[in-house]
């Protein structure tokens, strides 16, 4: 299973960007998807997941700004984050996981970097 990630970039505080992650090579809809993030000097994080079922779970520091979503059918997860912080920068790595073997795959990381 392959996870290409795309949407990162530079943005000013108070804006806002679109992540998007697409998990090629299976058969099978991923049964969770989501992000997770690392800032520098500091522990991967998880931001926000979801099921494939529609179920959401988000970072306290997520909610209210970032909205995760996904195609099931097509084994994608987008986060949109608003209002952007500096505290938002960090490498964000999608994930996709399958609860029949509790198999989980990362995608290579895009940098979100909030600054003005």
């Known amino acids: 299973v392959q996870l290409q990630a795309s949407g990162g970039g530079l943005v000013q505080p108070g804006g806002s960007l679109r992540l998007s992650c697409a998990a090629s090579?299976?058969?099978?809809?991923?049964?969770?998807m989501g992000w997770y993030r690392q800032a520098p000097g500091k522990q991967r994080e998880l931001v926000a997941s979801?099921?494939?079922?529609?179920?959401?779970n988000y970072a306290n520091s997520a909610k209210g700004r970032f909205t995760i979503s996904r195609d099931t059918a097509k084994n994608t997860v987008y986060l949109q984050m608003n209002s952007l912080k500096p505290e938002d920068t960090a490498v964000y790595y999608c994930?996709?996981?399958?609860?029949?073997?509790?198999?989980?795959?990362w995608g290579q990381g895009t940098q979100v970097t909030v600054s003005s």
């Open positions: 994930y996709a996981y399958f609860l029949l073997t509790s198999e989980q795959y």
């Open positions: 090579g299976t058969d099978f809809i991923v049964n969770v």
């Open positions: 979801m099921s494939s079922t529609g179920v959401s």
